[in-house]
């Protein structure tokens, strides 16, 4: 089954304890990129990456480190959390032909304390 | 990227078609127009997308205006399980840009 994977689903931590957030996906895409979704504020993307070694900063990166040292997996590192990085994180994913048709992960719920 | 105009929210009662309509007067020739929807806090899920010509697939149907100022999305036969929220998106298909999401229309299918 096609299917982008984020691990973990839900996870509360504290101020300062880096944490890393896992994506995969089966599908060989090229294409693969990271949002944060706010109430009032919708799907702002962190990261993005067009292939293998290639990342490119979205539209909110600061606090946030990725890479993409394989083409299925694309993690998102928070190196020093802070309680303003309490969001709800997708990870998506596309062929580089279309990358207006994205598949995503079911979401990680990240609490900072 | 063109900038899209939705309704907050929508009603439809289970078995009738869903009708979204999206604005985007402002869209460029080479720019097609994108619908996801959101269920819950689920991932976004795409639905369909076209340039000029109507689209239908297993899930919906877009129509876009002959101007492409506008589109609507079509869901034949609404079931309670397409409650959710509806994001209408312009975009050049190839593109390193992101995709700009607005607030989007919560459609609510009552029994």
């Known amino acids: 089954e096609a299917q982008v994977t984020q691990n973990p689903r839900y996870l509360i931590t504290v101020t300062g304890k880096k944490l890393t957030v896992t994506c995969s996906q089966n599908m060989n895409h090229e294409y693969m990129s990271w949002y944060r979704q706010d109430p009032g504020l919708g799907l702002r993307q962190i990261y993005y990456?067009?292939?293998?070694?290639?990342?490119d900063k979205g539209d909110v990166p600061e606090g946030y480190k990725v890479s993409r040292k394989e083409k299925r997996n694309f993690p998102l590192i928070l190196e020093s959390p802070s309680p303003n990085q309490t969001s709800l994180y997708f990870c998506?994913?596309?062929?580089?032909?279309?990358?207006?048709?994205?598949?995503f992960g079911e979401g990680s719920r990240l609490t900072v304390l | 990227d063109a900038k899209t105009t939705q309704p907050p929210s929508m009603d439809c009662a289970e078995g009738r078609a869903a009708n979204l309509p999206c604005n985007h007067s402002t869209i460029s020739g080479n720019e097609y127009v994108y619908w996801y929807r959101q269920i819950h806090s689920q991932g976004p899920q795409y639905i369909i997308h076209?340039?000029?010509?109507?689209e239908t697939n297993e899930m919906a149907s877009l129509i876009i205006t002959e101007d492409r100022k506008s589109s609507t999305l079509i869901l034949p036969h609404a079931t309670l399980r397409d409650t959710a929220v509806y994001y209408c998106i312009v975009r050049v298909r190839y593109s390193n840009y992101q995709l700009i999401w607005g607030a989007g229309t919560k459609l609510i299918i009552k029994p």
């Open positions: 076209g340039l000029k010509n109507n």
């Open positions: 998506a994913s596309s062929n580089r032909e279309n990358t207006g048709e994205l598949f």
């Open positions: 990456s067009m292939n293998v070694e290639v990342t």
